[in-house]
């Protein structure tokens, strides 16, 4: 499983960005879908994730500001990121779940005060 990951960028705090993570197989075929980061000096955490049924769940740390939705017609899951925080900062990586764990690259998300 191959997954391409897109739409980082550099916002001011407050800002909204959408990320999109596009899979070479259909994203119903997989367990789980979801987006970790890892912020400067940290570990890689979990940010979101979107089961096969459409169940969702999300970090504390974003929850009522991120969503993740899909669109299966184009095997991608989004993040919808808004009211974004210099602490949002950090590299975002999609992630798929099917008997393994596969990764995208990584999309640099900056966020300034």
């Known amino acids: 499983v191959q997954l391409q990951a897109c739409g980082g960028g550099l916002v001011q705090a407050g800002g909204s960005l959408r990320l999109s993570c596009t899979a070479s197989?259909?994203?119903?075929?997989?367990?789980?879908m979801g987006w970790y980061r890892q912020r400067p000096g940290k570990q890689r955490e979990f940010v979101a994730t979107?089961?096969?049924?459409?169940?969702?769940a999300y970090a504390d740390s974003v929850l009522g500001r991120f969503t993740i939705s899909r669109d299966g017609a184009k095997n991608t899951v989004y993040l919808q990121m808004n009211n974004l925080r210099p602490e949002d900062t950090a590299v975002y990586y999609c992630?798929?779940?099917?008997?393994?764990?596969?990764w995208g690259q990584g999309t640099q998300v900056t966020v300034s005060s």
């Open positions: 992630n798929a779940e099917l008997y393994q764990n596969y």
């Open positions: 979107i089961s096969t049924i459409g169940g969702t």
């Open positions: 197989r259909s994203i119903f075929s997989m367990n789980v």
